[in-house]
């Protein structure tokens, strides 16, 4: 008997949260504070604290999104998660359209300012505090991001399982932080953040699509 990961559901989830966040993930603010971290100190803590504080988000995130399924009507939910992804999608797209031609230098900068601010304060020469510069700074500059967004928004969508998005979010979040540790300065020279605003806008119009065409259809069966 397959699990719940397996069934459709759970790898139509697994592959939806595994593509969104790689795609917010990477050139995002949280991409920058590992790059920025890993070349003054061991890129082993820095991805262990980092990525701590990435679940952390992550599963909030989701207990969030999924709450709002046990809260609100549940033929209410395919509607919610329509007009939720269609807006979240719109507004990426919309953003992208505003961006300077000098792509990712707002989150370079901003990274770059957190990182100064708390190595100012004293350097964490030791693994303990390399982990938990990692975590703090990487939990903060998460909060309210459009990658904790992206996150709620998927687990409103009653089409996704929950353990599909626990797997595909945390893996996401998991190869993107490794990128940024082993690879950071390369990827980071190369990143055009509008295209990767345009494909993430695009992918959430999709599951807007699919969410709506879910609603009509349940709304037709009832």
Request: zero cysteines.
């Amino acid at each position: 008997m397959s699990t719940p990961l397996f069934s459709d559901p759970g790898l139509a989830a697994f592959g939806s949260g595994l593509t969104a966040i790689t795609l917010a993930e990477i050139g995002d603010k949280t991409f920058f504070v590992a790059l920025l971290l890993a070349a003054r100190h061991s890129g082993r803590s820095v991805f262990v604290g980092a990525f701590a504080a990435l679940s952390a988000v992550t599963l909030l995130s989701l207990g969030v999104g999924y709450g709002l399924r046990e809260v609100l009507p549940a033929a209410l939910m395919p509607w919610l998660a329509a007009l939720l992804f269609l807006g979240f999608g719109a507004k990426l797209l919309f953003d992208a359209q505003r961006l300077p031609v000098d792509d990712g230098s707002d989150e370079q900068e901003e990274a770059a300012a957190l990182v100064q601010q708390a190595e100012g304060r004293g350097a964490a020469d030791k693994a303990g505090g390399v982990i938990w510069e990692a975590f703090s700074l990487v939990f903060l500059a998460e909060l309210g991001d459009r990658t904790q967004i992206a996150t709620i928004l998927l687990a409103t969508a009653p089409a996704f399982t929950l353990l599909g998005l626990v797997a595909g979010t945390l893996l996401g979040h998991a190869l993107v932080t490794a990128l940024a540790i082993l690879a950071g300065k390369w990827i980071g020279q190369r990143i055009q953040e509008r295209l990767l605003y345009r494909l993430s806008g695009g992918l959430f119009l999709a599951f807007g699509l699919v969410s709506l065409r879910q609603a009509i259809g349940a709304m037709a069966a009832g």
